[in-house]
Structure formats: C-alpha cells, structure tokens
C-alpha cells in the first residue's frame, strides 16, 4: 500500500526568473505571467518550482533530469554547456544549465513538445532505493542484467516515464538541488515507511521536509485539515 503521491519537482537556484526561462525552453514548459518563478504544464504534476536559495553549488548533484533534444545546439542555444559529448560508449550528453546543474540530453530524432525524460538520483543502494520509493508512491521496479541501475515505471501521477537511480561510490555530502514533492494523506505512515523528518511544518512553511533513506529531502504535503 503506497503512503504518497507524486507532486511535482523544485530546482535550488541563484536567479529563478533566469533559470525558469532556462528550463521552460529545454523542459517545454511555460511561466505563468503571474509567477515568473515557476513552469507549468498542461497537469499540475508537470508543476517546476525555482527555488531561490543563497548558497552555490559546490559539488556534482545527486539529483538530476534527462532530457530529449531534437539537437545538442538546442540546447546549447537555449544556454546549457556542453560538458561530455555523445560518444559510442555513451548514447547521450551531459550538459551543465546556466548555474552548473548537471543534466543529459538525448538526441532524438522526433523531438517531443514536453521533453522532460526521466528525474535520476545518485544512490550507494539502487536497488533498495528503488523497491522504497515504488514501496512508498507506487509504480514497479525495472532493470536489466548488463546495467547497474534500476528504475521505476508506471509511477501515479509522475509526468515522465521513469524515475532512475544509478549507483555511485562517493557519499551525499550536502542538501539536494533537485528534489520532488509529494502529496500524502498523513505524515505518520509516511515516516513509518523509513523516512526522516528534517523539519515539521510550521508558520513558515507549510508542509513536512522529510528525507528518504539515503538521505534525498523531499516535502510532503497535507490536506489542510491534517
């Protein structure tokens, strides 16, 4: 039985109204005209916050999104930097937007007008990752025998096809860039499940910080009522 519900993501960055416009062309979102700092798309899930904050990135993120491109001068006009070409060892890009996030595009030859592939998170345990957060939101776990990773797919409510999480050897070291919401009907199954509560809601903030077992925060909100 699932304990939450996919909401939508945020992006820690320096200049929101900058990097929305950024991500609204790579994404193929738009801003509101009332809220520069946000994209929206055509289901409140596709819903990207920027997310102002005052420090700078410092390390690689944990936490990143794969996009499709029609070409990699797509988005290197739209403002992303090419960091490691597409090889034939390697069938995408990585690419930094204009604050250094990492992202990776894939080239395809029909490009999509909502381009947001799958959200990748850096994992010490893909594995157990993945099988927490089908556990806690649903959906069901992928892999294959000749890849490290895992995946989950058919997640409710997710507006991308896949969730990834890949394994890595160095340890999460600071607040994730990238995180996602979730929406859940109480706090408690959510925390018996196995997460942490960094930070209750309270008059500044109205939902829960959590963090998942290796540590990925994530908010959770509640009805009003809860």
Known sequence: MTVARFKDLCV????PSEMAAFWGRV????APADNPNMLVGDVPEKTVW?????EPKTVKNR???DVHTGAVADLEAAGATVQIPQSDQQHWNVLTDPEGGEFCGFVRDTDPAYRLMELVVDSADPERQAHWWADAVGGEVASTPEHPWYWLENVPGLPFPYWVFVPVPEPKTV????HWDVTAPALRPVLDAGATLLRPRDSEIGWH???DPEGNEFCVFLPPEA
Do not use: Y
């Not at 820690?12 to 200049?15: E, G, S, Y």
């Not at 994404?27 to 738009?30: A, D, E, Q, S």
């Not at 920027?50 to 005052?54: E, F, K």
């Open 63 to 65: 936490v990143h999104l």
């Open 50 to 54: 920027m997310c102002q904050v005052p």
């Open 209 to 211: 910080v959590c963090a």
């Open 27 to 30: 994404i193929g979102l738009t």
């Open 175 to 178: 607040k994730n860039r990238v």
């Open 12 to 15: 820690d960055v320096a200049c």
